[in-house]
Structures are given as structure tokens and as C-alpha cells.
């Protein structure tokens, strides 16, 4: 909602800022300045993270606080900070393990930290991917929020589609069939193993007296 007082003066800024705005994205389209890595234009880092999307059923994008260049960054990398559960049984609240931030009091759920009214106000997000996530010590582990406390601005970018209500985590388009896949891949495995075991496998027939069938 705009009032009526101020819908003029903000219509001029629009028309100033629009045509600037319009030839910045542009040229980002463009170059590589948008991605994080340098790497691809905005064309494709929107293909980039519609692709892992579907795939992971999630992406998470996060940018350096005065940039406007976005790194896109794998689900995977998205875990609870385990270092925190020094004894398990104190997180475990009638019968449910709950993960509970000590400085901020706010719950994490798989790597997503909830504010107290339901809000996604931090992401936890390993630097590099580790083979052992539960041994992992606070250095190898980020706390990244998801909005710049000085300007507002988003930092860190969760995209994905929500499938339930209060669903914090994306789900795969694969997810309902994947366990039929894996199935039918081990199937075409082994019926390909038992077609080249069984070609592989010949003998000789000896006879004293051949018949006239085994002559021929």
C-alpha cells in the first residue's frame, strides 16, 4: 500500500531509478560479476540453481555483505552444528531431539535456524564438505543470516518449494520414486551380470558313437 501523498514522489523515483536499474541487470547478465566464482553469467547461474533444485529439491545462494555477487551453495552443505551436542541427551525433549542455539535461544532444524515466531533467520553451512559430520569441530562450520542487520538486505538465499506447512527443508522432485529407481537399477544390474555370466560360459560334448544329430 502506497498512500496517495507519497504515490507521486515515489513514482518519480521510479522513473529515475528504473532505467538504471534496467542497464545494470543487463550488463550483469552479461559478465560474470553476479556469480560469486566468476564463473557464469546470471542466465546461468539462474539455470545453475533451478537444476539443483530439482534435483536436491533445494539451493542455498549467499553473497559478502557490500556485494552483489551471489555463490551458490549445495544442500548438502547445510547441516545442524554438531559440535554443539557435547551430551545428546540434553537436546532430547520429551522424546525429540531438539537443537537449541545457546547465544541466540533460536531452535535449528537440519541446518536452518528458526526464530520463535517461525522465521528462517540463519543458515549453518560447512565451508567445505567433510566426510564425518558429527565429529565436526566449530571451525569447519559457519553461521551465515539470512538478512543484513544493517541494511535489511538479504545475505543468504534459500530457494526451494515448501511441500507442508512449517516444512524448513526442500524435497527432491525424485524423492517419491528414488527407492524404485535404485531397485530397477540393481535389477538391469543383475539380469546384465547373468546374461554375461551365462555367454561366457561353453563346453564340448565327446561322443564314441555319434549319432547322426551330433554330426551335423
Not at 541487470?25 to 560469486?36: K, M, N, R, T
Not at 538479504?154 to 512449517?166: K, T
Not at 540393481?186 to 554375461?196: I, K, P
Request: glycine share 6%; proline share 7%.
Amino acid at each position: 500500500y502506497v498512500p496517495p501523498e507519497t504515490s507521486s514522489f515515489i513514482g518519480d523515483i521510479y522513473q529515475t531509478l528504473a532505467p538504471a536499474i534496467a542497464k545494470r541487470l543487463s550488463v550483469a547478465s552479461q559478465c560474470c560479476e553476479i556469480d560469486g566464482q566468476h564463473e557464469m553469467t546470471f542466465p546461468q547461474l539462474q539455470t545453475l540453481v533451478i537444476e539443483n533444485m530439482l534435483l536436491s529439491g533445494e539451493v542455498f545462494l549467499v553473497r559478502k555483505p557490500g556485494s552483489y555477487a551471489w555463490t551458490a551453495i549445495e544442500a548438502d552443505r547445510c547441516i545442524n552444528p554438531y559440535y554443539m551436542c557435547t551430551n545428546v541427551q540434553e537436546h532430547i525433549v520429551d522424546g525429540v531431539f531438539k537443537l537449541v542455539n545457546v547465544e541466540t535461544g533460536n531452535r535449528i532444524i537440519d541446518g536452518v535456524e528458526i526464530s520463535g515466531d517461525g522465521h528462517e533467520v540463519a543458515y549453518w553451512i560447512l565451508k567445505e564438505a567433510i566426510e564425518q559430520p558429527l565429529a565436526m569441530t566449530s571451525n569447519q562450520i559457519e553461521r551465515i543470516p539470512a538478512d543484513d542487520p544493517d541494511t535489511g538486505l538479504p545475505i543468504c538465499l534459500h530457494v526451494y518449494r515448501p511441500v507442508r506447512p512449517a516444512c524448513f527443508r526442500g524435497v527432491p522432485l525424485l524423492a517419491p520414486v528414488i527407492e524404485q529407481l535404485f531397485q530397477m537399477s540393481n535389477y538391469l544390474q543383475a539380469e546384465m551380470d547373468a546374461s554375461s555370466l551365462q555367454a561366457s560360459l561353453y563346453g564340448f560334448l565327446l561322443s564314441e558313437k555319434p549319432t547322426v544329430d551330433e554330426t551335423a
